[in-house]
């Protein structure tokens, strides 16, 4: 790991970050991840921490399941779709 990324990252709110969440790895803007319903969210404090030696910071968690997160970030929830399966969104 790199000692902080966060004094790398631009100040802009549109700066591609990466984050790579359990092995998946996913691109959005700074803005998606930390302001507006990820503004309370440990994403914050996440982006303000250590990454690794590509730039992307890692997530320990299921890739997989992450996909809703991202999409509720981006879309809200007047568009969410939780996942079909009851296992899947018992562990969301």
Request: glycine share 10%; aromatic share 8%; proline share 7%.
């Amino acid at each position: 790991m790199r000692p902080c990324c966060a004094p790398c990252l631009p100040k802009a709110a549109n700066v591609k970050v990466t984050l790579d969440v359990g092995g998946h790895r996913y691109t959005s803007v700074k803005s998606t991840l930390t302001t507006g319903r990820g503004a309370n969210s440990a994403l914050v404090d996440l982006l303000n921490g250590p990454c690794e030696e590509d730039g992307s910071y890692f997530l320990d968690r299921d890739g997989l399941q992450f996909l809703f997160i991202m999409n509720y970030l981006r879309y809200g929830p007047g568009a969410f779709v939780a996942p079909e399966s009851r296992t899947a969104r018992l562990t969301l």
